[in-house]
């Protein structure tokens, strides 16, 4: 679901069942009305910058996971949607301080907050909106205390290895499956978990969905890396290969690195050195496309996502366990 709530944009999550689907979408509303309220800060300037980014878009997928995963239990049982801004503000949080590191000058198609304003604005808001997540954790109890620094930990840890070039004796794609579970898995993980926590599903469902949320998460971050280099347009929300060009160290590219065959030196060739030239980013682009690499990438997708779907074979057969199965299929076969 977009970051508006007038209910009429399509949910992130495919829902066939209209009955679930209707409480999803209603549920959402409270999410983002209780967002609005979370970020309001005494002075003005503070809201405007926290509203910045969640106004610039965003499919609020993980909110919106917390909310299915809710569906194994009782969804209406407090903290549910408590927990749903949980996880949004700190996924908004991260946003910012990402694009600090990155020196990104767009995110979602606006302005990034440092480009608007500056660094030191987009860190203290990110900040901001770290303590208001911690305080909503806070009145969920000490142990969601404990999941969430947990989490962070893992998030953070994951940007700071994303910094760090894997050492001489390290494997490259191993340390960069290890960015993605802490970049982008913990918090989609922990999405999951709250959902089934919160609304009192059983231990074992609990513990079902934390895997299937952190291999989904992973599988949505690596199918991201295929579109860099597969998709012919903008139309993906992404130029194609943007990672590429700037030198991002991504599935397709570790894994061509790894398998290389005498007949790719010209790749490997371009891929070590600067691709800020039109023409040898194009050149790479298509040696690339057409590399045995892709294929295992996808293959590499398609299994995280089977692997999150045999995870759900505790859930009992309805519209929720079928909601998630598709979910699963969708991101490790999306073209956008």
């Given at each position: ?20 689907e ?5 549920r ?5 009305e209780?967002?609005?309220r979370?970020i ?11 509203r910045h980014l ?5 499919k609020?997928?993980r909110?919106?996971?917390v ?14 949607v408590?927990?749903?801004c ?10 910012y ?14 302005e ?25 954790t806070?009145s ?12 962070f ?10 910094t ?6 390290e ?20 999405s ?20 299937y ?15 860099d280099?597969?998709s ?19 599935l397709?590219?570790?894994?061509a690195?790894?398998?290389?065959a ?26 690339l ?7 295992e ?12 779907q ?6 009992p ?6 909601a998630?199965?598709a979910?699963?299929v ?7």
């Amino acid at each position: 679901m977009t970051s508006t709530a007038d209910g009429s944009s399509s949910l992130a999550l495919p829902v066939l069942d209209a009955d679930l689907e209707a409480r999803l979408r209603a549920r959402m509303v409270e999410v983002e009305e209780r967002l609005e309220r979370e970020i309001k800060s005494e002075a003005a300037f503070i809201t405007g910058a926290a509203r910045h980014l969640m106004h610039a878009g965003g499919k609020r997928f993980r909110p919106l996971l917390v909310l299915l995963a809710a569906e194994t239990g009782d969804p209406t049982r407090d903290g549910v949607v408590t927990s749903a801004c949980v996880v949004e503000l700190t996924h908004l949080a991260s946003l910012y301080h990402d694009d600090v590191m990155d020196e990104a000058d767009l995110r979602r198609g606006a302005e990034s907050a440092n480009s608007r304003w500056d660094n030191h604005v987009a860190i203290l808001t990110g900040d901001f909106l770290f303590s208001k997540s911690s305080e909503l954790t806070a009145s969920l109890g000490a142990d969601a205390v404990r999941i969430q620094a947990e989490t962070f930990t893992k998030l953070v840890e994951g940007q700071i290895l994303e910094t760090l070039t894997p050492g001489p004796d390290e494997d490259a794609l191993a340390h960069y499956l290890r960015v993605v579970e802490g970049k982008t898995g913990s918090l989609i993980a922990t999405s999951a978990r709250y959902g089934a926590r919160f609304a009192g599903a059983p231990l074992e469902i609990e513990e079902a969905l934390t895997a299937y949320g952190e291999k989904v998460g992973m599988a949505f971050q690596l199918s991201d890396d295929i579109l860099d280099v597969s998709s012919e347009s903008d139309e993906s929300g992404k130029t194609p290969g943007t990672d590429l060009r700037e030198g991002v160290p991504t599935l397709p590219v570790l894994m061509a690195r790894r398998s290389a065959a005498p007949e790719d030196a010209r790749l490997l060739e371009l891929l070590d050195g600067e691709l800020t030239d039109d023409g040898l980013h194009a050149e790479a682009l298509e040696l690339l496309r057409r590399h045995p690499a892709m294929d295992e990438a996808r293959r590499y997708v398609l299994d995280r996502a089977r692997e999150a779907q045999d995870l759900l074979k505790v859930l009992p057969e309805g519209p929720v366990r079928d909601a998630l199965d598709a979910f699963a299929v969708l991101i490790a076969t999306r073209t956008a």
